[in-house]
Every structure is written in C-alpha cells, then in structure tokens.
C-alpha cells in the first residue's frame, strides 16, 4: 500500500507490514469509513500475530503519545508536568 503522506499508523516486523494512512494532520482520515475500519482492523490482526497482547495496541500508543495523560510523562525534551504544563527537571518534582 503507497504511504506518500507518511501520516498515520503503520506496523512493520520482518515480512509481515501494514499501513493505515491519516491524511488529515495524521489524525484522521478522508477515505471511506469502511475502507478506514478494514485497515486498521487489518493492522490490528497483524498486531495480535506478532504477539500483542493488548486489546486495542495503537489506540494505547496515541495516548501514550498525549503529553497530558497522566500527570508527568516523559517525552523527548524532557520531563512534562501536565498541571503547569511545563517541562520540569527531574530533580525538582516533588
């Protein structure tokens, strides 16, 4: 499956990939709502094959993602508190 805007979901292991393309700010899509359902429903197949074990696998990672939730997160500048809603040092969080 092409993946020219390169936003969205994608699973890759081995021989095993697949791609869910989210053209609106990789978010959301402007496809057809089955088209959407049947591949994301494909990338999760192929997640459970590779062996996860959570329900809803990339649902989890984009909250994950969320600096917001939970309190503190860890994100690639640094520590973030989500009450002040800025990065902290790790040493100063009490």
Same mark, same amino acid.
């Given at each position: 499956?092409? $993946?020219?805007?390169?936003?969205?979901?994608?699973?890759?292991?081995?021989?095993?990939?697949?791609?869910?393309?989210?053209?609106?700010?990789?978010?959301?899509?402007?496809?057809?709502? $089955?088209?959407?359902?049947?591949?994301?429903?494909?990338?999760?197949?192929?997640? +459970?094959?590779?062996?996860?074990?959570?329900?809803?696998?990339?649902?989890?990672?984009?909250?994950?993602?969320?600096?917001?939730?939970?309190?503190? +997160?860890?994100?690639?500048?640094?520590?973030?508190?989500?009450?002040?809603?800025?990065?902290?040092?790790?040493?100063?969080? +009490?």
């Amino acid at each position: 499956m092409p $993946f020219a805007n390169r936003r969205g979901l994608a699973l890759a292991w081995g021989n095993m990939s697949g791609a869910l393309p989210l053209a609106i700010a990789g978010l959301m899509s402007d496809a057809d709502s $089955f088209h959407v359902a049947a591949g994301y429903s494909r990338l999760q197949r192929l997640a +459970k094959e590779l062996g996860s074990p959570m329900t809803a696998p990339f649902i989890t990672l984009s909250f994950m993602a969320l600096l917001v939730i939970p309190q503190l +997160k860890m994100s690639d500048h640094g520590l973030f508190d989500a009450q002040t809603f800025k990065l902290i040092d790790v040493f100063e969080f +009490k």
